[in-house]
């Protein structure tokens, strides 16, 4: 079982970048697949990005390409989400999910970290 904590949202200005790590509990971290979501108000959970358990394999919605990363450190337990050139539309809260497969089908999530981008 993992514990998943995400931190570092916060208030930024539209076209600011945030960093959003994810620390884990496990000391398997890496036997995880993990995940980026994130949940408008009024909305559905949307995928945003994911990452195999050795960062040789990622896939992201196509909104965020060329301007969200996602990675993890191993040796850290800490998942991350480097976010660029933020959106209004993109405020939500942000959370990170762990799975035990190679893709998809999540077992663990995060308490989630607010996002608010300001015009």
């Known amino acids: 079982q993992v514990q998943l904590v995400e931190s570092g949202g916060g208030l930024v200005q539209c076209g600011g970048s945030l960093r959003l790590p994810c620390a884990a509990s496990?000391?398997?971290?890496?036997?995880?697949?993990m995940g980026w979501f994130r949940q408008a108000l009024g909305k559905e959970r949307e995928f945003v990005e994911r990452?195999?358990?050795?960062?040789?394999?990622?896939d992201y919605l196509a909104s965020v390409k060329g301007r969200f990363t996602i990675s993890r450190d191993n040796t850290k337990n800490t998942l991350y989400l480097q976010m660029n050139s933020l959106k209004p539309e993109e405020a939500a809260v942000y959370y990170c999910?762990?799975?035990?497969?190679?893709?998809?089908?999540?077992?663990?999530w995060g308490q989630g970290t607010q996002v608010t981008v300001s015009t």
């Open positions: 999910a762990a799975s035990t497969f190679y893709y998809g089908n999540y077992n663990y």
């Open positions: 496990a000391r398997t971290f890496s036997s995880y697949s």
């Open positions: 990452i195999s358990r050795c960062s040789d394999s990622t």
